[in-house]
């Protein structure tokens, strides 16, 4: 199974694309999730990168490609993966499809989780993250067990700076400009299935699993 998550930021896509992997018994690519990890190790993609994480902005195609290329390459791979944050524009799913087609192979499904701009910010807000392994929390929706204490590895949980109300703004705005017509290119594909983000957390998870199954 080789599925992409699309949506909004904070429409859901991480959150979803755990419960999947674990389902599928397959990796969740999260590049979001790498750049992170590569800022909080001070990598040179982590320096690179943070610059334009922290405006809003996406990174460069061509840093995010090589690297996402590089990833499936592993063998964990081989049965299929869940990429949550890739691809976010055009040019990166031009890349994506040109490398699975040199190996005659190709994606199974976009999955579109679908969220109006109104829900986002609040959700955003909310939103609580563990740097350490990646789990994600909101503070009224999905509240770790102890506040402000990851329930998988026990460090501390931060409001990402990306996450303020000012830069979730703009980020939306990227989304619209830059990703949503993504929609569109795995529709004309005939890859699209969309879901109602809105709804509480397993009743999208379920949604999907009709959607996949149907
Ligand atoms: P969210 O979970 O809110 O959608 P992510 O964690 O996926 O956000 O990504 C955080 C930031 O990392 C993005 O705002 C962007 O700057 C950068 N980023 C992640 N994936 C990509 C990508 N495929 N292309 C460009 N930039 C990316
Ligand atoms: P994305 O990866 O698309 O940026 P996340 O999965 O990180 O989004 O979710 C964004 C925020 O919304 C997180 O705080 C998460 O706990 C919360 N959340 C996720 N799904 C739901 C849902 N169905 N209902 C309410 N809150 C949700
Ligand atoms: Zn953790």
């Known amino acids: 199974m080789k599925i992409i998550m699309l949506g909004a930021p904070g429409a ?22 790498i750049f992170r990890l590569n800022i909080k190790a001070g990598t040179p993609i982590g320096l690179k990168a943070k610059v334009y994480i922290d405006q809003g ?24 993966y869940l990429l949550d944050g890739f691809p976010r524009t055009i040019p990166q799913a031009q890349a994506l499809d040109a490398a699975l087609d040199q190996k005659n192979d190709s994606i199974d499904c976009a999955i579109d989780v679908n969220v109006p701009d109104e829900n986002i910010i609040k959700r955003m807000s909310g939103r609580r993250a563990c740097l350490n392994c990646g789990a994600t929390y909101h503070i009224e929706h999905i509240p770790p067990k102890k506040e402000g204490i ?14 303020k109300p000012e830069t979730v703004k703009k980020r939306l705005e990227v989304y619209h400009k830059q990703t949503q017509p993504l929609i569109d290119y795995y529709r ?14 397993d009743a999208v998870f379920n949604n999907i699993m009709k959607a996949l199954e149907a």
């Open 12 to 33: 859901g896509k991480g959150t979803q694309a755990k419960k999947l992997a674990v389902k599928y018994k397959i990796p969740h690519i999260s590049t979001g999730d």
């Open 57 to 80: 902005q996406l990174v460069p195609d061509d840093l995010v490609v090589e690297l996402v290329i590089d990833r499936l390459k592993q063998p964990d791979c081989e049965r299929g």
């Open 150 to 163: 990851c329930d998988v590895c026990g460090n501390d949980l931060i409001l990402r700076e990306d996450d």
């Open 188 to 201: 004309k594909k005939k890859k699209l299935l969309s879901v109602d983000g809105t709804k509480d957390m």
